[in-house]
């Protein structure tokens, strides 16, 4: 089993910045690809990011491609989410995934979660 904890979320001003962190323990591999995904209120689950156990692959959402910025550090079993110029429209919980094998958009085909961690940004 793989356990992923975030962590960074919070409240920000409107163009303000956040930074996400996803930790993983347990059976964790370095293989592993990771993603980012968003749930506001009411709304369907949507992708944010994801990125491939080496760095080599990144997929963005195209309502944060040039705002937000993934990032791995293997050796601490770590991704991160660098947010910068927050949009209202932002707020959700943002929760981490792993995937066996690739960076993919389909939170479907992810195989471990973590619970997320709220974000909320103001006008």
């Known amino acids: 089993q793989v356990q992923l904890v975030e962590s960074g979320g919070g409240l920000v001003q409107a163009g303000g910045s956040l930074r996400l962190s996803c930790a993983a323990s347990?059976?964790?591999?370095?293989?592993?690809?990771m993603g980012w995904f968003r749930q506001a209120p009411g709304k369907t689950r949507e992708f944010v990011s994801a990125?491939?156990?080496?760095?080599?692959?990144?997929l963005y959402a195209d309502p944060v491609k040039g705002r937000f910025t993934i990032s791995r550090d293997n050796a601490k079993n770590t991704v991160y989410l660098l947010m910068n110029s927050l949009k209202p429209e932002d707020t959700a919980v943002y929760s981490c995934?792993?995937?066996?094998?690739?960076?993919?958009?389909?939170?479907?085909?992810?195989?471990?979660w973590g619970r997320g961690t709220q974000v909320t940004v103001s006008s």
């Open positions: 990125i491939s156990w080496d760095g080599g692959s990144i």
């Open positions: 995934a792993a995937h066996h094998l690739e960076a993919t958009t389909d939170y479907y085909e992810y195989h471990y």
């Open positions: 347990g059976r964790t591999k370095s293989t592993y690809a």
